[in-house]
């Protein structure tokens, strides 16, 4: 039942419904009153936030000692992006909903263009020779980055407008699945399976929320099942990242050696770690430990309880976007915590699942933590895209709540 | 529906999802956690082994005998020559000077090395460790040092070794042993104790980065201490050892003794061995190393493999330890123990008479009879048995085996340790005596095997084994067990193992042993003894004579080799030691007569007349050995004239004076040598000795008198040594300086005497 469209059936007297349609109907006109921003997103946030760059402390001394001869290289330049994109993300907390939602069809298309690009332009340090960055001088960006957030406000904004023809196949798949393929297109071209595959699910929970049938969901499965194993088996790296995933020791010196050492790093860590700054896997052993692989490390050094303490924190940031996208004052504003809070959700979860091989290898960064300017920047922006909705929540309303649960 | 689609999104996503990775993590942190760090450390630690350090050898004083220090092995890493030296990995601010041909020839200038060959080394960059030079000294491992640090080369390294130094080079060589290029003993002391010597090899584990640097903050390591090697305390006398070998090399060159000689001295009464060596002696230090002589025979041997083949024959032989590896026949030296088992038998008594007329027919049948020769052919008539002791007297001894009969013989042989046993003695490669089977010994069809055995004839032992049941025969009767090893220590100082005395058995008793030490004695010091030689004035010194052909050698080859040798134990009153001196074929080109009493007995003599004082045994001199003793020089050069002449006087020497005046401004000899009595002192007032060269004389045959007035003429000094003085008819036998050498006026020439009035093969 969906509490938001009183038209599709829900003729139960519920005032507070009506005045939140109103609301979403004149929300583009007028300023809303607002509240504080969410506290305890915010909290949570800069939390985790500080644990990730004393990790990347931690994680990269031993590499920018040996090989750049200066420990702390990475950790300053962090340590800069992270303060920079607190302010970026408190600035974007000050915007309205409204704003973001003019802003989501013309980064769309200013994220494919870019996209389009990155082929042609872009420069590659990936280890398979694709092109994915844009080197900007002080720091290197990725446009897959700003695809994502462009997809989620995208999308939010085009459930909104179908919001009524959502079941259909018409209005509820096919515009969606259109821009997906265009995007994961331009995205295979680099190539980049991970963006890829982090696009396409985050654009189906997009369609999930918004209330695709479940019918095309199970198509969509199908299909991008078949496509993927046909990316699997035909593309060579693809199908040897498959192949070090089920047996790392057939090849533990090439394509099985990031897995071997991330399983050696997060096993020596037992219930309690080797203590902070005291991994040895970091000594170059484990490829990437200040960047994709930076929570073996965290394993490695803060052991069983610190590892599940930082997942816990992760789950907890994660629950309370949730939380937010369900109080919001408006669709929109729903659906696009809920897209910014899944997204966090889908590298969190893909980035702990290769580190521990569940899944096969690939690069996956992981929020807050992994070594990178741009990524970084973007996803603290995104948590003050939230934090800019949470504070149109009613204050009242969110009291009330609050003392219900109790 | 969002509402409902964002619970469901948060319960996967939020709580699903992390359940899922929070299973993963426990299997791999908490389930295979020991698994995967075990693996982890295996990669991430290197394993160094510290070495421990070698026990240290000592003589009975304290006296060091083998030592390890510390030396150092310099290699070089290709792999990391390579990696610095290459332009492409060049850390910022750190400068790496690693240039192969730098290092090449740097190292060719401190070590030695061959440039050519370390270039070569270098080509391998996969190798970590390619040895440049082992057990160096710390001042050259220190150049090297400076070399590493003033180019910053990474791929130059020195480790920590060690080296066994033997401050005393060849003395007691076979005893000690030395070790090979790792450090494990190879001969002797230092291989039969390596396990105790050699310790337990600590290892420091180290945590290394992927690229084998040290990780900057360490937070494993794990040290496991070395436990240096225990210290041995020797039975061994280094002062003991030093004048057994200086008279075995006497022995070996006055007698131009063609193969081996040996020589030990034992304390009878506890077993300890106090000096044991061989005449084939090698510096510990550069065990590899032949003499100049035998180099020069293999570089004649055109073959290859045959020169390679003789190289390690002669090393063998070097090496090898003939006081116990080798057996011989004994000869008369085993009369004595005839002797005891006759008496101890009582079948014999003391003053028995035995007849030798010169041989006497032997075997069991009829038919088989032959004649046993006495070595005096003449004979000897009718004598006690203390009389047929004296002359070694073949066809008497013959007759005592007779009389105890085959199998009390052999039943006594095998108690004392001399057959079908080792001694046990705590040296390596002890052989085995050679005797014959019970029972065809006691088969009366071979009767001569008692009668040969009885006069030492004929089966072969051990030299250890031989002075060891000598000593059971004169010390009480008790069968020792020989040792080297007295006391080992651990590295704190505590004593781990002590070796007391040990009583085999009783072989004779204390009174049979006492009459045979008696017996010995007169052998060496009554008129018409066979061992007059070994007489040290002052002391009871007895013993036997000993002088075999080779068995296999004369049925083989017809022709006569021979092995002479001498026992000697003292004091006789109370045996404290005994001393074994085996020569193995002399020539007769030595001019002196071939017998142990002849070639052995005086080198006896001397040892027994060096140790014996060291060992506090107070000499009691007659009054005319008193006459006839060495004097030391006295130091007359500080007192006016008539102090000298008035301690000379007191001295009993006679003074020649040189020049004018009242002022003694030299003398002739120097303070402190040694010159046989009767010897005339110059002394030069207002003058100096005169600085010119003297040729010395050929003394062989002359008498003491004779031998003292020739120098005397020529400016020269006579010191004797060998059989006393007081034997009529003792005769220089040989002299340390050779006839023909020079020597400054007034130097002091040591003679060997020799009593040549009762000449035999005894």
Known sequence: MDSYSPSEGNTGAQPEYAARELRDRTAESRAVQRGPIDLPFLLLTLLILTIGVIMVLSASFARAYYKENDATKYFVRQLFFAVAGVALMLVASRFNSSFYRRMAMPLLMVSLFLLALVPF??????????????????????????????????????????????????????????????????????????????????????????GTRWQYFAVGIVVVGLVGYLVVTKMAYASSRITAWLDPWSDPLDSGLQTIQSLYAIGSGGLLGVGLGQSRQKYMYLPEEHNDFIFPIACEELGFVGAMLILVLFALLIIRGYWLAIHSRDRFGAL??????????????????????????????????????????????????????????????????????? | MILRRTLVLAVVCGIVAFSVLAVQLYNIMIRDHDFYEEKAIRQQTRTVAVAASRGTIYDTNGRTLAKSATAYTVFISPYEIQLYSTKEYKPKEIHYGDDPELIASGLERILGADHDKLLEQMKDTKSWYKTVATKIEADLADEVRAFIDEYNLAGVH????????YPNGDLACHVIGFVGTENYGLEGIEALYDERLEGTNGSVVRLVAQNGTEMLFENYQNYNDAIDGNDLTLTLDCNIQAIAEKYLQQAMEANYIQNGGCVIVMNVKTGEILALANANSYDLNDPWALPEEVQEQLALIPDEEERSAARTAALMAQWRNMAVSDTYEPGSVFKIITMAIGLEEGVVKENDNFYCGGKIPVGGIPGRITDLNCWKHAGHGNQTLREAAMHSCNVAFANIGMKIGAEKYDEYVEAFGLMRSKTGVDLSGEAASQWWDKKYFEDPNNMSSLTSAAFGQTFNVTPIGMITAVSAAVNGGYLMEPYIVKEVRNEDGEVVYSKEPTVVRQVISEETSALVADILESVVGDKGGTGSNAYVPGYRVGGKTGTTTKTTIEVAENRKEYMVSFCGVAPCDDPEIAVLLVLDNPSSESGIYIGGGQMAAPYVGMIMSEVLPYLGVQPIY???????????????????????????????????EVGEGDEITAQLPSPGA???????MIIYLGQSAPQEEVTVPDLTGMTVNQARNVLQNLGLFLDTAGASPAISGVKVASQIIDSGQTVPYGAVIQVTLVDSSNLGRY
């Not at chain 1, 980035?351 to 990178?372: D, E, K, M, W």
């Not at chain 1, 939230?386 to 009330?400: D, F, G, H, W």
């Not at chain 2, 020195?158 to 130094?165: A, G, L, M, T």
């Open chain 2, 674 to 680: 040694q010159i046989a009595a009767g010897s005339q």
């Open chain 2, 622 to 656: 007659t009054a005319e050995e008193e006459a006839l003793l060495d004097v030391t020089v006295p130091r007359l050069t500080n007192l006016d004239l008539l102090s000298a002449r008035l301690k000379a006087q007191e001295m009993g020497i006679t003074l020649r």
């Open chain 2, 158 to 165: 020195i480790e920590e070794d060690s080296k066994r130094y």
């Open chain 1, 121 to 210: 332009f872009g420069t590659g340090k990936s280890q398979v020779g694709a092109n994915r960055w844009f080197d900007l001088g002080i720091t290197q960006f990725q446009p897959s980055e700003i695809a994502k957030v462009a997809i989620v406000l995208a999308f939010a904004h085009m459930i909104c407008i179908y919001k009524n023809q959502m079941g259909t196949f018409k209005y509820g798949v096919v515009p969606f699945a259109l821009i997906l393929i265009v995007t994961v297109a331009l995205l295979m071209l680099e190539p980049h399976i991970s963006a890829s595959v982090i696009v396409i699910a985050l654009g189906a929970i997009m369609m999930f929320a918004g």
């Open chain 1, 336 to 406: 696009v915590i809920v897209g910014i809070t899944s997204k966090l959700a889908i590298q969190v979860f893909l980035n702990v699942a290769v580190v521990t091989n569940l899944v096969p290898c690939t690069g996956i960064s992981l929020p807050f933590f992994s070594y990178g300017g741009t990524a970084l920047l973007v996803q603290l922006v995104e948590m003050g895209i939230v934090l800019a909705i949470s504070r149109e929540i009613p204050l009242r309303k969110r009291k009330n709540e609050e003392n219900g649960e109790k």
